[in-house]
C-alpha cells in the first residue's frame, strides 16, 4: 500500500510558478509510474502529466507541454511537478497518484488527498 501527499499549492498570479511535491510513504516508490493529474470545478479529472520508474521517460499533455516539468527523487520518495507560466485555466486541485503500469486514469492505484491551485490574472 502507498499512501501519497501532496504539498505546495496556493494562489499565485498568472505567469508565475510553483511548484508541487508529492511524498510517499513505504519502500516500493521506485516500482510505481507516478502520475499528476488535475481536476477544475464542473469538470472531469485529466491526465497532466506522468514519469517513468526511474525517471527517464516522461509524458505531457498538449495542455502543459513546454511549461510544466515533472520529476522524481527515489531516494526521497518524492516527485515533483514545476509549474512554468501559469494561466488561470491551470487553475484546479492537483492530485498525484501511483500506478504499476503507465496508461489510462484507470491504471492509477493510489491517489493522495490533492493541493489546489488557483491562478489569478
Known amino acids: 500500500q502507498v499512501q501519497l501527499v501532496e504539498s505546495g499549492g496556493g494562489l499565485v498570479q498568472a505567469g508565475t510558478s510553483l511548484r508541487l511535491s508529492c511524498t510517499a510513504s513505504?519502500?516500493?516508490?521506485?516500482?510505481?509510474?507516478m502520475g499528476w493529474f488535475r481536476q477544475a470545478p464542473g469538470k472531469e479529472r485529466e491526465f497532466v502529466a506522468h514519469?517513468?520508474?526511474?525517471?527517464?521517460?516522461?509524458s505531457y499533455a498538449d495542455s502543459v507541454k513546454g511549461r510544466f516539468t515533472i520529476s522524481r527523487d527515489n531516494a526521497k520518495n518524492t516527485v515533483y511537478l514545476s509549474m512554468n507560466s501559469l494561466k488561470p485555466e491551470d487553475t484546479a486541485v492537483y492530485y498525484c497518484?501511483?500506478?504499476?503500469?503507465?496508461?489510462?486514469?484507470?491504471?492509477?492505484?493510489?491517489w493522495g488527498q490533492g493541493t489546489q491551485v488557483t491562478v489569478f490574472s
Open positions: 497518484a501511483a500506478g504499476l503500469v503507465h496508461g489510462t486514469i484507470r491504471n492509477y492505484e493510489h
Open positions: 513505504g519502500r516500493t516508490f521506485s516500482s510505481y509510474v
Open positions: 514519469i517513468s520508474y526511474g525517471g527517464a521517460i516522461t
